[in-house]
């Protein structure tokens, strides 16, 4: 988000389920912004998932 650092989750269907990204300053995150409206989500620039594929889980 705006070149912040932050982290992307997806779903196991490869669509984003959130968003968090960091102000840092001096060092120190002094803000986490989290987004999970999955409209927002959808019109967002994101990064392609590390896989390109669902994974399975075992249970």
Do not use: N, Q, Y
Not at 15 to 33: H, K, N, Q, Y
């Amino acid at each position: 988000m705006g070149g912040r650092p932050g982290f992307v989750s997806w779903r196991d269907d490869a669509t984003p389920l959130s968003v968090l990204a960091f102000t840092i300053v001096d060092d120190r995150i002094t803000e986490i912004t989290v987004v999970i409206d999955p409209a927002k989500l959808a019109r967002m620039d994101l990064p392609a998932p590390a896989c390109d594929r669902p994974r399975s889980v075992d249970h």
